[in-house]
C-alpha cells in the first residue's frame, strides 16, 4: 500500500486554527470510517489524539477535532497552543487487518 | 493502568540477529493485537505487522513480509520483533502498540536500534 499523502508542513499562531489533510483512495480512507491521527513531540512515542475519523479519547482536549470527506481525512485543531507544536500521522484502515500511515506533517505553532 | 515496556536501546553489527521484546501490562495481553511500528532517523511512521497473542496469528505489511519475525509468548504477556541478520538500514526506532478496533490506544516508549560497523 502507498503511504497516505499529507502536507509536510503547516503552521499558525497561538489561538488560530489549522486543518492538517490526509488523502488517500477508496481502498482506504474513502472506504471505511477508520481514521486515527496520532500526535507525537520530539523524542517521545506517538499519542492517539482522534480515532474512527472523528472521536476523541478520553483526556484528549476538545480543541482537536476530526472529519473525512471521501477520500481526504482532516484533522482541525482550534485554539493553537505552543504545547501542539509536534508531528501528526494520519493512519487509515486499509482491509485485511492492514493499516497506512501518512507521512506526517510537522505544525509550527509561531 | 495500561502499559507496553519495551526493551533497552541496542547497538549491533551488520549481520548480527536481534530479538527486542514489548511486554503490556494493565489488560488482558491476549485480546488485543499488538503493532509494530519502524520509525528510521528523521522519518515517519511505517506499520510493520501485527500479532494477536492469543493464537500468534500474525500479518506482516509487504515491505517488511520475510525482513522481520514477529511473534509472543502468552506466559509472560510479551510481544517480539526479530532479525536474523541486521543491516544497517535496520537502524530506527521500534515502538510496539496496542490495537483496538483499528486504532493504536497504548504505544511503547520505543526501542532504538543502531546498526554499525
Known amino acids: 500500500q502507498s503511504a497516505l499523502t499529507q502536507p509536510r508542513s503547516v503552521s499558525g499562531s497561538p489561538g488560530q486554527s489549522v486543518t492538517i489533510s490526509c488523502t488517500g483512495t477508496s481502498s482506504d480512507v474513502g472506504g471505511y470510517n477508520y481514521v486515527s491521527w496520532y500526535q507525537q513531540h520530539p523524542g517521545k512515542a506517538p499519542k492517539l489524539m482522534i480515532y474512527?475519523?472523528?472521536k476523541r479519547p478520553s483526556g484528549v482536549p476538545d480543541r482537536f477535532s476530526g472529519s473525512k470527506s471521501g477520500n481526504t481525512a482532516s484533522l482541525t485543531i482550534s485554539g493553537l497552543q505552543a504545547e501542539d507544536e509536534a508531528d501528526y500521522y494520519c493512519?487509515?484502515?486499509?482491509?485485511?487487518?492492514?493499516?497506512?500511515f501518512g507521512g506526517g506533517t510537522k505544525l509550527a505553532v509561531l | 493502568e495500561v502499559q507496553l515496556v519495551q526493551s533497552g536501546a541496542e547497538v549491533k553489527k551488520p549481520g548480527e540477529s536481534l530479538k527486542i521484546s514489548c511486554q503490556g501490562s494493565g489488560y488482558t495481553f491476549t485480546t488485543y493485537w499488538i503493532v509494530w511500528v519502524r520509525q528510521m532517523p528523521g522519518k515517519g511512521l511505517e506499520r510493520m505487522g501485527i500479532?494477536?497473542?492469543?493464537?500468534?496469528?500474525?500479518r506482516y505489511s509487504p515491505s517488511f513480509q520475510g525482513q522481520v519475525t514477529i511473534s509472543a509468548d502468552k506466559s509472560t504477556s510479551t510481544a517480539y520483533l526479530q532479525w536474523s541478520s541486521l543491516k544497517a538500514s535496520d537502524t530506527a526506532i521500534y515502538y510496539c502498540?496496542?490495537?483496538?478496533?483499528?486504532?493504536?490506544?497504548?504505544w511503547g516508549k520505543g526501542t532504538t536500534v543502531t546498526v554499525s560497523s
Open positions: 493512519c487509515s484502515y486499509a482491509g485485511s487487518y492492514t493499516d497506512v
Open positions: 474512527d475519523v472523528s
Open positions: 502498540a496496542r490495537r483496538v478496533g483499528a486504532y493504536m490506544d497504548v
Open positions: 500479532i494477536y497473542p492469543s493464537d500468534s496469528d500474525t
